[in-house]
């Protein structure tokens, strides 16, 4: 899909984690990426109610990078 990261964040003030997923797509699979990007926030956030699927909070595009921000259960 490219180039993917996932990084863990605290935030102090509510003691709640996040999990922060970056996705740059090649520029090959810039198409497909988008697709996959936007099928799997789809996904989540549909199936995020359930206490073992991570609640999609947020999802965001900047700079060609694709961003999820999720729930770190």
Do not use: W
């Amino acid at each position: 899909m490219g180039i993917q990261t996932c990084e863990k964040k605290s935030d102090c003030s509510d003691l709640n984690s996040i999990a922060l997923r970056a996705v740059k797509p090649l520029k090959s699979q810039s198409i497909e990426t988008t697709k996959l990007f936007e099928s799997e926030a789809r996904v989540l956030h549909k199936l995020g109610k359930h206490d073992r699927i991570p609640k999609l909070l947020a999802r965001f595009q900047k700079d060609r990078y694709f961003y999820l921000i999720v729930e770190f259960i």
